[in-house]
């Protein structure tokens, strides 16, 4: 049991020298604030045992890491219909990309890239009266901690500069594959976007993707043992922006990662393991985080390879 603890301390001195290589991201004004020294571990199993090293407990923005939570909370509602609006193929592009989406006539690659979570959205604010109260409390059950919050900074200064996003949005409503106004869906993709969570949280809230749906401390399931499934492929195709061969690669697991320095990564039956380290290598997945993955991966000889 304490061999983990082990792993995560090892791995921790490791990927110190790494900590400066990254870049924190600049195109939030909020973020750019960010230390890149911060570094935070934490492994949660199903089992109930937790590992934590460095900052694991300290709340950071989880950014692209909450398509996950849209996703699995649309797949549960719509099943099959949201399909119908946006693909589950790896985009091979980076996340902000406007060319595919014309190519594809409007129709997003998959819901990780930023066009394909617009659309996740949308379908947010028809499926609930009031979509970020429903996604909070949909994320706080999932993490067991009635504390998580948005954060208002986060969102705004996104707001203020995500001129690509709203390209994006207003790219898909022109293909007509957007059924609210732009400015609405934008909203409360910002606001979703700015989740605070620590790593102890984020490990905690996948823990029902690591036990074919249903959370293991409370035994309540979360979604099906079929949608499970279907979203750990997703993770492991689609979540690692233009990287998610070299993830598979290197760590072997799904996973997602966001640009607040955050990557997931599930280990089905067995564990979460959580990363945040802010600075980030050009494709936008945290370039020590990615390193500390594949080094637990390496360490542990465990992949679902
Ligand atoms: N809010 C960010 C954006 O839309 C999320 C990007 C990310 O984490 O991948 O640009």
Not at 80 to 95: H, I, T
Not at 203 to 212: D, E, I, P
Request: hydrophobic share 40%; charged share 20%.
């Amino acid at each position: 049991m304490t061999a983990y603890q082990d792993i995560i301390e090892k791995i921790a001195l490791e990927v110190k020298p790494l900590l400066q290589e990254g870049k924190v991201a600049t195109y939030i004004p909020a973020l750019s604030r960010i230390s890149p020294e911060k570094f935070g571990m934490s492994v949660a199993t199903v089992k109930g045992e937790l590992f934590t090293i460095g900052d694991a407990d300290e709340k950071f923005s989880i950014q692209s890491i909450s398509k996950v939570f849209t996703l699995a909370m649309i797949m549960d509602r719509i099943g099959d219909a949201l399909w119908e609006r946006v693909g589950r193929e790896a985009s091979g592009n980076p996340f902000n990309s406007l060319i595919q989406l014309e190519y594809e006539n409007g129709k997003p690659r998959n819901p990780f890239i930023n066009a394909g979570a617009l659309i996740v959205t949308d379908l947010m604010i028809l499926e609930n009266k009031d979509p970020l109260q429903d996604l909070l409390g949909f994320v706080r059950k999932c993490a067991n901690n009635p504390e998580i919050g948005f954060d208002a900074e986060v969102a705004l200064s996104e707001k203020m500069t995500g001129h690509r996003n709203a390209a994006l949005a207003s790219f898909l409503k022109s293909y007509g594959n957007l059924v609210n106004e732009v400015e609405r869906v934008l909203d409360i993709y910002f606001h979703q976007c700015s989740l605070s969570m620590s790593c102890v949280d984020l490990s905690r809230a996948f823990l029902f993707l690591a036990n074919g749906g249903t959370d293991p401390r409370s035994g309540k399931m979360i979604c099906g043992p079929r949608q499970a499934k279907r979203i750990n492929a997703l993770m492991q195709t689609c979540g690692l922006y233009d990287e998610c061969g070299e993830f598979a690669y290197r760590v072997g697991l799904p996973g997602k990662s966001g640009v607040g320095g955050g990557i997931v990564a599930v280990m089905p039956g067995e564990l979460v393991l959580t990363v945040w380290s802010p600075g980030l290598n050009p494709s936008g997945n945290s370039l020590a985080g990615m390193k500390a993955l594949e080094l637990f991966t390496t360490y542990t000889a465990r992949s679902i390879f």
